[in-house]
């Protein structure tokens, strides 16, 4: 079964408990939570304050992605904002500044994610693959939601799951960018267990439903 984290990227700022409780209600047992910082990507989202109130009002699996320059310089304050698991970029810092921040998110208690975008070969990743508790491979180039899906990003993750089973068989492996109900099995097939989904998920007229058959077994 894979995981299902509706992106609250496509979701009503307005009305962000309302739509963690829409999430809840579908199934999905997490939420993925874009942050932007207008630096690393050309978009700005939300940032530390808003992770402390969804906290406060969702049980939720916070999946927070951070798309922000020098991610170390945040992340313990996401951490304690109440984020479950914290993914930062390779290319946002320098190798080691990033193996650090990896690091210190797991010694507070968080799990760590490592991502790239779709330009960067994913043998960069090797130095992560055993510092981390997921690796996510974006499908689209990072900083706006509803892009088209990008397939040929498939052989990173069939690379990924192989490695993985050799170092790190515990690692999630998770998918971001255009996954609906037609890309969805083929992420899975290529090995991917954890499906972000945000234009399809909200768009969905019946949610459910729409969990239900990307969690499904391939």
């Not at 530390?48 to 170390?72: Q, Y």
């Amino acid at each position: 079964m894979a995981i299902v984290a509706p992106s609250i990227l496509s979701a009503d700022f307005a009305n962000l408990e309302r739509d963690m409780g829409v999430i809840r209600d579908a199934g999905a047992p997490w939420a993925h939570v874009d942050i932007m910082d207008g630096q690393f990507v050309p978009n700005i989202t939300i940032g530390i304050p808003v992770v402390k109130a969804l906290r406060r009002v969702s049980d939720l699996t916070l999946d927070v992605h951070l798309m922000v320059d020098r991610p170390g310089r945040y992340a313990e304050a996401f951490c304690k904002a109440g984020a479950d698991y914290l993914t930062v970029h390779l290319e946002a810092d320098t190798p080691e500044k990033i193996r650090q921040t990896l690091l210190t998110i797991r010694s507070l208690g968080v799990k760590a994610g490592i991502s790239i975008k779709p330009g960067t070969p994913v043998e960069a990743l090797e130095p992560y693959l055993a510092v981390c508790d997921m690796i996510l491979i974006m499908t689209v180039e990072p900083g706006f939601g509803g892009q088209k899906f990008m397939e040929d990003m498939m052989e990173k993750l069939r690379y990924l799951r192989g490695r993985l089973g050799q170092c790190n068989p515990a690692c999630l492996l998770e998918v971001d960018g255009g996954v609906d109900s037609r890309t969805a099995p083929i992420c899975k097939a290529a090995g991917a267990n954890v499906l972000v989904s945000g234009s399809a998920f909200f768009k969905a007229e019946e949610k459910a439903e729409f969990v239900a058959r990307l969690s499904a077994e391939a």
